[in-house]
């Protein structure tokens, strides 16, 4: 596709259920990133796949958190028996080429909204 | 890690007014980039601009690496330019600033 696309674009689940968010990279890119905004913050880095390579997986909050991404593109977020706190908004955004590259720019998708009552 | 620091954090202007915002950071980078987060929450690519000078129309940013900070110009303001700017560095995974809130004033 033209674009980074995500699904679901709001996501509203109760306090210990499962839920998975789906990213769809930039065709061709082989990097993708995970990121999670909470609500009027910066955003905070969770995951990070390159191609063929070992995630980079230093940013999960708890071990709760795993994602994975089948054939070098689309990824998907999961997130088990979620806690209120979880709430935020899950951004993805890819790159043609990944660190160190000297050239990663990173373009992102619209986001899902989760929310944890 | 990597600290990045934006400033101001907010910023309230008439519209027409200029302004910069900076971005500081802490330790060597090879990306930086500048976006927009429109009032819908989407990320919108300002420049990626690891060191030099930019332009693009109204918006213009420069980069001086060996001193550790960017800035971001936006001349003659317009409404739409209200949201929140942020600036993000890597020499891998991208960290954030908390960013800067404009507000642009009819």
């Known amino acids: 596709g033209a674009g980074v696309s995500q699904s679901p674009s709001n996501k509203v689940t109760e306090k210990g259920k499962d839920v998975e968010l789906r990213c769809d990279p930039i065709s061709g890119h082989t990097a993708l990133y995970w990121y999670r905004q909470s609500l009027g913050q910066g955003l905070e880095f969770l995951i990070y796949?390159?191609?063929?390579?070992?995630?980079?997986k230093s940013g999960l909050p708890s071990d709760r958190f795993s994602a994975e991404r089948t054939g070098g593109s689309v990824s998907t977020l999961t997130i088990q028996r979620t806690q209120q706190e979880d709430s935020a908004v899950y951004l993805c955004a890819s790159s043609l080429v990944g660190p160190p590259s000297d050239y990663n720019e990173q373009f992102f998708g619209p986001g899902t909204r989760l929310t944890v009552l | 890690g990597i600290q990045v620091e934006q400033s101001p954090p907010d910023l309230i202007l008439q519209e027409g007014a200029n302004s910069t915002l900076r971005c500081n950071f802490s330790?060597?980078?090879?990306?930086l980039q500048w976006f927009h987060q429109n009032p819908w929450g989407q990320l919108i690519n300002l420049f990626y601009i690891p060191s030099g000078t930019k332009q693009n129309g109204r918006l213009s940013a420069t980069t001086v690496a060996t001193e550790r900070y960017s800035l971001l110009y936006i001349s003659s303001s317009q409404t739409t330019d209200s949201g929140v700017y942020f600036c993000a560095v890597s020499p891998g995974d991208m960290r954030f600033g908390a960013g800067t809130r404009l507000t642009v004033k009819p």
């Open positions: 796949f390159q191609g063929n390579s070992a995630p980079d």
């Open positions: 330790d060597s980078v090879n990306n």
